[in-house]
């Protein structure tokens, strides 16, 4: 769309959207009703989920180990859903450390962590992650000792991913809240490590 | 649904060809070889589906794990830094 000086409230894909969501309800297709309980539902779901997944690992290893065997069975069994897509959880260890990225678009486990954060979907994240991930998780101020293996993932069709990040030394009987907190949405994309504050 | 012809641990090849239309396998791994590093089941082929087709008969998807060297020469890091990506059988030989 072309700027021609005359004032435009909206950016291009704002006026992309609300074309289509005009142009849906007007066709009966759905309700104005239906989209704001979608847009409230993609709201409610937030790194705090992913989270309580994280922590239960942590404090209960048969918990783990369902875990890293079938994500989305063990993620229903704390009530998540995580509807037909398939969760894969990759787990840090002291020789391995993960990070996740999409070079195609954005795919991300939001039933877990919500809405993808910009960066996520920016060109230069998708792009350079997957050619240079140790310069990228320098960036994110990560340095990965070169003795330790990177695995990147790049979620590219129906898998998600999450990563369980290692448990802290000095957590040692905390309660699941208390180390959930810790477990910032950063350290289950594999941007970040979980620290004591 | 297609068989599965691959098994965790096989060394497989990524096709090299650049067809048009919606597909998943993106273009920095084609022609490169890898190892299965597990089957993840069968899903409706995205490239069927873009075409507003029934995406079958559904295909086998694997994760394959690429050794980050192998793929870019100029990597620099550790020796096993590895690359795993989602890859449907189609592409694969």
């Known amino acids: 769309m072309k700027d021609n000086g005359n004032y435009q409230p909206y950016s291009y894909f704002q006026l992309m959207e609300v074309s289509l969501r005009e142009l849906l309800v007007e066709k009966g297709i759905v309700t104005e009703t239906q989209v704001s309980e979608e847009v409230e539902a993609m709201r409610k779901r937030t790194p705090a989920i992913g989270a309580k997944v994280v922590a239960r690992a942590w404090v209960d290893d048969a918990y783990r180990q369902k875990l890293l065997a079938d994500g989305s069975r063990a993620c229903e069994e704390l009530g998540i859903e995580v509807a037909a897509l398939k969760l894969v959880v990759v787990e840090n260890t002291p020789s391995t450390h993960n990070v996740v990225v999409c070079t195609l678009c954005s795919c991300y486990p939001r039933m877990l962590l919500g809405i993808p954060p910009e960066w996520y979907k920016s060109r230069s994240y998708r792009s350079r992650t997957v050619n240079e991930p140790r310069a990228v998780l320098a960036e994110f101020g990560l340095r990965v000792d070169e003795k330790t293996k990177i695995r990147v993932h790049d979620s590219t069709a129906d898998m998600r991913y999450l990563v369980l990040p290692m448990r802290p030394a000095g957590t040692e009987g905390w309660s699941e809240d208390r180390l959930a907190a810790i477990v910032t949405r950063d350290c289950m994309i594999g941007v970040a490590v979980p620290r004591l504050h | ?93």
């Open chain 2, 1 to 93: 649904m297609v068989e599965t012809r691959f098994k965790p641990g096989d060394r497989v090849k990524v096709r090299k060809a650049y067809p048009l239309g919606h597909i998943r396998t993106p273009f920095y791994i084609r022609g490169h070889s890898g190892v299965i590093e597990r089957v993840c089941g069968s899903f409706g082929n995205p490239e069927e589906l873009a075409q507003q087709r029934s995406g079958e008969p559904k295909q086998p998807l694997y994760r394959v794990r690429f050794l980050q060297k192998e793929v870019w020469p100029a990597y620099q890091g550790n020796a096993d830094d590895a690359l795993e990506v989602e890859i449907f059988q189609h592409w694969l030989e």
